[in-house]
């Protein structure tokens, strides 16, 4: 609880905040003041941002509102508040906004809209939870009818580079680590995500990534953009074989495969 001086009456709020220099974080919290005759006001409910030494606040009162017995709000003495937070996004130091997927979601045991990555790691449990509308939407991996939080056992996804995945999933635009970008390929392809597959053509074309680098990547998902750059920049049927000869033909997809065939026929 704090306190301020407002046209001379003192008014008390409840308030969340960060002590020490924490990132700036989105929230979604709530606060409510409980009544000794178990009752409540109307909670208050808000979405912010969090930063250095500002933080969440509920609605304020005075002294003489909390003090009066009439009002209910003294319960042995004390005023019991109730009160919940959820961190939604969190600041990169790269200044791109971050989803937490750390954390369950705000109404889940309410709406049962979640859907929960679970991986047991040397005796240790990890969770990612996501919201269930997004992915559904994006895939048919997910079941969009089920009633209940759904829970996916993961199996040889690398927990850092997973969650760089969920990242992308949702939409953020972080292109900051090549290695982990790449290798959400094979988790959008693994989860048929395939707007983050598309989403990863975009980066390469947008930051000239090297073409031939990521040749086998081009060649097993669906890079239509960055193979279509690739198949132009070989000038000789000769050139192309070479570079085709790091390729396992076994995990070309059939696009691929045609177009590098129709490639072949213009020279």
């Given at each position: 609880?704090?306190?301020e001086l407002i046209n001379n009456a003192a008014y008390f709020y409840p308030?969340?905040?960060?002590?020490?220099?924490?990132p700036k974080l989105k929230s979604r919290y709530f606060f409510d003041i409980l009544k000794n005759n178990g009752s409540s006001e109307v909670p208050c409910e808000y979405s912010a941002d969090l930063r250095h030494s500002v933080g969440a606040t509920g609605r304020k009162k005075t002294v003489g509102e909390l003090l009066n017995e009439e009002n209910g709000y003294l319960t042995n003495g004390g005023i019991?508040?109730?009160?919940?937070?959820?961190?939604?996004?969190i600041l990169s130091p790269n200044d791109i906004w971050t989803f937490n997927f750390r954390d369950p979601v705000f109404d889940c045991q309410e709406k049962s809209n979640m859907i929960i990555f679970k991986k047991i790691r040397y005796?240790?449990?990890?969770?990612?939870?996501?919201?269930?509308?997004?992915?559904?939407?994006?895939?048919?991996?997910?079941?969009s009818n089920s009633?209940?939080?759904?829970?996916?056992?993961?199996?040889?996804?690398?927990?850092?580079?997973?969650?760089h995945f969920?990242?992308?999933?949702?939409?953020?635009?972080?292109?900051?680590?090549r290695y982990a970008t790449i290798n959400a390929l094979k988790y959008a392809q693994k989860y048929k995500l395939f707007n983050v597959i598309q989403l990863i053509d975009q980066f390469i074309i947008l930051d000239r990534w090297d073409f031939g680098a990521f040749l086998p990547q081009k060649m097993s998902y669906d890079?239509?953009?960055?193979?279509?750059?690739?198949?132009?920049?070989?000038?000789?049927?000769?050139?192309?074989?070479?570079?085709l000869k790091k390729v396992n033909i076994e995990t070309m997809i059939g696009e691929a495969m045609k177009k590098c065939v129709k490639r072949f026929l213009e020279f």
């Open positions: 609880m704090k306190w308030i969340i905040y960060a002590r020490g220099m924490h019991i508040i109730e009160y919940g937070i959820q961190i939604e996004g005796g240790e449990t990890k969770f990612f939870y996501c919201h269930k509308q997004l992915l559904t939407h994006h895939s048919t991996y997910f079941n009633k209940e939080n759904q829970i996916i056992e993961l199996t040889d996804e690398d927990l850092i580079h997973f969650n969920l990242q992308l999933s949702h939409g953020v635009r972080d292109r900051t680590y890079l239509k953009h960055c193979l279509a750059l690739f198949l132009k920049e070989q000038k000789t049927s000769k050139e192309l074989a070479e570079k």
